[in-house]
């Protein structure tokens, strides 16, 4: 039986991750209510010129199914609404989103309903992975509340840094899917891609009174299988 | 000396450095002293005392959160790295809140 997949995002980082999954066998969702535009093409290496105007996520869908994989567009946001049929029966959930509200509520969805999930994110010259899973600290325990964020034209990223975060992503999410715990509730910060390739990995604790973490059906604190011991105290 | 990893999205107010040492024994005292030496950052990172809920703060590997939090002592080669929420991605890229400096 196929593992399956959905990714939210199907831009930078979600181009290298389509890609990725579908070659390694992962059936996947591919969540986007996007068009292809010109000022995309930098870090969108996916697409090209011809792709212009046409939908992100059926674009993506036809370029891992090109190359053997299974994948289905949707051309819809994950939103409390779109959640459940998105999610279905998927692993994992991978955001791949530039819209911190979503990178949320694709980690909280995921908590709730016991799953997997991948939260990557590129800023300039580097980026963050977060590795997801049942028991684990989650997203929210980490940064707990999406705020303002600048658009690409304020902040930028390099093209390149995409790419990377992007593998990264897509292989912390086949270790995920695969059953390899190792790095779940740890955060992989990439911080300048341009001097240094090796991540800092970054463990954090759960937080006290996360609202995510007490929708879970395993809690960080009943979970007996994180390798060091539960703290849960307040980053203060 | 304890260093400061700075985060990208903060060096505007450091003149690019992303390593800082300071001579502190705590975060809190680290965190002060990075002000006193590059003002206006710490409004970055804390408000009125307590680190930005966007934002963690780890020495070494581990979470203050589950140390001491800003009281955590900081031993001779320590490494504070400040790690701020991020979100770019797909159409755009967005730091948290923290690239309107």
């Known amino acids: ?103 949320f509520a694709v980690a909280d969805w995921a908590v709730a309903s016991g799953r997997c999930y991948v939260i990557a994110a590129a800023l300039r010259y580097g980026g963050n992975v977060m590795a997801g899973a049942p028991g684990a600290a989650c997203y929210r325990c980490l940064f707990e509340a999406p705020v303002e964020a600048p658009s690409c034209a304020d902040a930028g990223v390099l093209g390149p840094v995409v790419g990377a975060i992007g593998g990264v992503a897509a292989a912390v999410a086949l270790g995920l899917v695969h059953g390899d715990r190792a790095l779940a509730g740890a955060l992989l910060v990439f911080d300048d891609l341009r001097r240094a390739s090796d991540p800092r990995i970054v463990r954090f604790v759960p937080r006290k009174g996360c609202p995510a973490c007490a929708r879970a059906p395993i809690s960080p604190s009943m979970a007996s299988s994180l390798a060091t011991p539960v703290r849960v105290a307040e980053n203060r | 000396m304890p260093s400061i990893r700075v985060p990208s999205a903060l060096r505007n107010f450091t003149g690019g450095a992303s390593d800082i040492e300071v001579a502190a024994t705590t975060v809190r005292d680290a965190l002060a002293e990075l002000e006193r030496r590059h003002p206006g950052i710490s409004a970055k990172v804390l408000d009125n005392g307590a680190v930005k809920p966007f934002i963690r703060i780890f020495v070494g590997p581990d979470d203050i959160g589950g140390l001491s939090g800003l009281e955590t002592q900081l031993a001779e080669r320590d490494e504070v790295a400040i790690v701020p929420a991020i979100a770019g991605g797909a159409g755009g890229a967005g730091g948290a809140g923290l690239n309107d400096a």
């Open chain 1, 1 to 103: 039986m196929k593992l399956r997949a959905t990714l939210v995002g199907a831009g930078g980082l979600g181009g290298p991750i389509a890609l990725a999954l579908g070659a390694a066998g992962i059936e996947l969702v591919i969540a986007d209510d996007d068009i292809v535009e010109l000022s995309n093409l930098q870090r969108q290496i996916q697409f090209t010129s011809a792709d212009l105007g046409q939908p992100k996520a059926a674009r993506l869908a036809e370029l891992v199914e090109s190359r053997g994989g299974l994948a289905r567009p949707v051309a819809a946001r994950w939103t409390e609404a779109t959640a459940d049929e998105l999610g279905d029966d998927a692993a994992i959930v991978i955001d791949a989103s530039d819209d911190p509200a979503t990178k």
